[in-house]
């Protein structure tokens, strides 16, 4: 039975508001192949680590707070959320037979739809997912290696296939001092977004460094140690100049 299969839980969020439309019920799953420089969550990387959690337990959860989700939902977030997407579509599929909102905040980087199989994982999750968030960390793929150590590839292969299955996506990017701010690469950002007709928001959001004390416990270095948070007046000035990118390639 669906409501019975396992998945490791980094942690629940009872009252998001930042994680899709409406109060959400956030459950970040663990594990990620990504290595992003800028990543705030390093505790999430191992793929062993987390509470093993059943559907059922989680929809346990959501139901305390079921009269706050009316106009939410629940969405699934990490770590890497499709390291595990046999229980993200499990979850889903219950999530759908009882009338929630469900909303996936994923980077695409598992993406393989050169995989036969790993495109009929991805098929069966579409097809009860209401809404993707795609983190899309760098526009430039040399860039987005230095940046991710993980390609560029599988993200834009997915933002495709997202289009072709008719998903309503929201994207969302941040604004690093010297790596993501420049205007060149906002610009092409926005000329990408623009040619895409799946894309329903913009989320451009500022690097900050609050990570820094999960570092420290874990004994990893820092890796943006000198690199000072962004302010919310830059990230809105980076957002304006993604949204021209974007008027620009739609002849606006």
């Known amino acids: ?48 680590g987390g509470v093993p959690t059943t559907v059922e337990e989680l929809l346990a959860q ?10 939410g939902g629940i969405t699934v977030t ?34 393989h739809p050169e995989n036969p ?3 009929e994982q991805f098929d069966r999750l579409m097809a009860v997912t209401d809404l993707v968030l795609l983190d899309i960390k760098h526009i430039d793929p ?8 993980q390609p ?5 292969a997915f933002e495709s296939y997202l289009e072709e299955k008719k998903i ?6 941040v604004v690093v001092p010297g790596i993501t701010d420049q205007e060149e690469y906002l610009l092409r950002l926005g000329q990408y977004l623009g040619m895409r007709s799946n894309i329903k928001a913009l989320d451009v959001l500022p690097y900050h460094d609050m990570g820094k004390v999960k570092y420290k416990n874990l004994g990893i270095p820092y890796p943006l ?28």
């Open 62 to 71: 959501y139901a305390r707070n079921e009269a706050f989700y009316r106009k």
């Open 117 to 119: 199989a790993v495109l």
């Open 78 to 111: 990490g770590g890497e959320p499709l390291l595990q997407i046999e229980f993200v579509t499990a979850l889903f599929r219950e999530a759908k037979r009882r009338g929630i909102h469900t909303c996936l905040d994923t980077s695409g980087i598992t993406f």
């Open 152 to 156: 560029q590839q599988p993200v834009m």
């Open 1 to 48: 039975m669906a409501a019975q299969v396992t998945g490791r839980v980094h942690s629940v969020e009872s009252f998001g508001t930042v994680d899709g439309p409406g109060v959400r019920f956030v459950v970040f799953l663990q594990g990620c192949p990504m290595r992003c420089l800028y990543c705030h969550n390093p505790d999430t990387w191992d793929p062993g």
């Open 225 to 252: 140690e000198h690199t000072a948070p962004l302010s919310k007046e830059a990230a809105a000035k980076a957002r304006q100049i993604i949204l021209k990118g974007m008027r620009e390639s739609r002849g606006l």
């Open 142 to 149: 040399t860039e987005h290696e230095k940046l991710c150590s």
């Open 168 to 173: 309503p996506v929201w994207i969302r990017h």
